[in-house]
């Protein structure tokens, strides 16, 4: 074809033809009309994503400001009725971990493709400790007759979760999702299997303080008696981070003259129902939420007069065997993770790396691998999730840098909405694949997760089997082992 008919063709989308045939004329429109569409198609797919990334970053811009000076129901009211539908939110969240938005991000840069590369030989090197963990893992009951999604995700798979426990509870009055939703009978449980965990002072909950102001004159006057500070209140039935459900009582002074801040802030958290609104998991668990009865938790400090900022790590435990470590909050920020491999990477240095998870490595939390705290963070998040029987659910945990042997387990989440990046689908993939195959030995102790106490020795002389380097407190070995 000649160059005047190629340049005709782009201008008008015809061409003539030397021989006049009409059929290989209008055969030849046809296929200029397809491949027009096609490119058309393409042009409006990439012009979409270039809008949806943008509109990504206003979201997570109004979002993170708002949640500085809106509280909870005004965040909700201004996503979901002003500017970001929470249908927006839920997709943004969604597609940061589904399998296309995955692949676009690794073709988006060299960076990008080799941190990926990366993530997926750390999955195929994990994969033969997971099929030996899934036989040797006792799957409490309540949690095995999940619905496997149509399309595995790691957002799918905690969707189906919170459908199959509030079909648990409707069905059978099954609570077991209270393990994580209710934080004081989450800390009952750690509690009572001897778990290291932050201590806390007094709980105040339905049915025994039936009124929030016959709780509210008591607790003040257990706060100012401390002596050691800070001191926090935890919301009982409130666990979606964004819901400003923590009160942290800065010294003696805070509780005396803001007073009335504080009380104004529990009155909001008693009235208030959890709603994960940016997640497409928001209407089981929401609905699960709405079953609790209000309650606070005084909390005590961890490790008093410390001279370092802790870090929270997040742990993701699946079948019994942690996969990563999520840094999520610290002296450095948060946005690391940590894996089984010793490498530790970060992906907050700017927008673009964060947005293509061109990772990097963080030498401001090395020391955490470096100063061997990871050995005593595996095994006590493991071991509380098999002292759950649960197949996949994210431990917490507070480590302090120059004491390996000070870190405690601060909460749990059977829905984590920490952002995994690469790793997303693997571990959904490895979650599943327990489920297909049903190789775990499936246990009914006969009551809930949440009170499936072995007693508070259990952890210390059971499972750490009195190692120093593993347990909270020695003196249980002291005593289960003394003479009679």
């Given at each position: 074809m000649s160059l005047d008919k190629i340049r005709l063709l782009f201008t008008t989308g015809r061409v003539q033809t030397d021989s006049g045939n009409d059929s290989k004329h209008r055969k030849f429109e046809a296929q200029t009309i397809i491949w027009k569409s096609v490119a058309c198609g393409i042009r409006a797919f990439v012009l979409m994503m270039f809008l949806f990334v943008v509109l990504s970053f206003v979201s997570a811009m109004i979002h993170e400001k708002s949640k500085k000076y809106m509280s909870m129901r005004q965040q909700e009211q201004y996503a979901n009725q002003l500017?970001?539908?929470?249908?927006?939110?839920?997709?943004?969240?969604?597609?940061?971990?589904?399998?296309?938005?995955?692949?676009l991000r690794k073709m988006s840069s060299k960076e990008s493709w080799e941190d990926a590369e990366h993530a997926e030989r750390y999955f195929e090197s994990q994969l033969p400790h997971y099929e030996k963990a899934i036989k040797e893992f006792k799957l409490h009951a309540h949690f095995a007759n999940i619905e496997l999604p149509s399309t595995v995700t790691f957002h799918d798979m905690i969707r189906a979760r919170g459908e199959m426990l509030l079909k648990n509870l409707n069905e059978h009055g099954w609570q077991d999702f209270r393990i994580e939703k209710?934080?004081?009978?989450?800390?009952?449980?750690?509690?009572?299997?001897?778990?290291?965990?932050?201590?806390?002072?007094?709980?105040?909950?339905?049915?025994?303080?039936?009124?929030?102001?016959?709780?509210?004159?008591e607790m003040k006057e257990l706060i100012i008696k401390q002596t050691e500070f800070p001191v926090f209140i935890k919301s009982c039935h409130i666990t979606t981070g964004a819901a400003k459900s923590v009160k942290k009582i800065s010294d003696k002074g805070a509780a005396i003259y803001h007073w009335d801040e504080i009380k104004t802030w529990a009155r909001d958290m008693w009235e208030y129902k959890s709603n994960d609104w940016e997640r497409v998991w928001a209407k089981p668990f929401n609905e699960l939420c709405s079953r609790l009865s209000p309650g606070f938790m005084i909390q005590k400090p961890w490790k008093a007069g410390r001279g370092e900022y802790p870090e929270e790590i997040k742990i993701e435990v699946l079948w019994g065997r942690a996969y990563l470590a999520f840094v999520s909050t610290g002296s450095c920020g948060g946005d690391t993770i940590i894996l089984r491999d010793g490498s530790v990477t970060r992906y907050t240095d700017s927008l673009v790396q964060n947005v293509l998870h061109q990772g990097v490595p963080d030498p401001c939390y090395q020391w955490i691998v470096d100063e061997g705290h990871l050995p005593r963070v595996w095994f006590m998040a493991e071991a509380a999730a098999k002292l759950m029987g649960i197949d996949a659910i994210r431990i917490d945990v507070f480590v302090l840098k120059g004491d390996p042997s000070a870190s405690v387990i601060n909460e749990d989440s059977l829905s984590s909405g920490a952002e995994y990046r690469w790793h997303f689908q693997s571990m959904a993939e490895i979650w599943a694949m327990g489920h297909q195959e049903k190789k775990y030995t499936l246990v009914n102790p006969g009551v809930d997760s949440f009170e499936w106490f072995r007693g508070k020795d259990y952890y210390t002389t059971q499972i750490a089997k009195c190692n120093r380097t593993l347990v909270a407190d020695y003196s249980l070995c002291e005593r289960a082992y003394a003479p009679l």
């Open positions: 500017i970001l539908p929470a249908y927006f939110d839920q997709a943004k969240h969604y597609l940061s971990q589904a399998p296309l938005g995955l692949k209710d934080k004081c009978a989450m800390f009952e449980f750690l509690k009572n299997n001897g778990l290291p965990h932050v201590s806390w002072m007094k709980v105040y909950r339905e049915p025994e303080y039936q009124k929030l102001y016959k709780i509210l004159p």
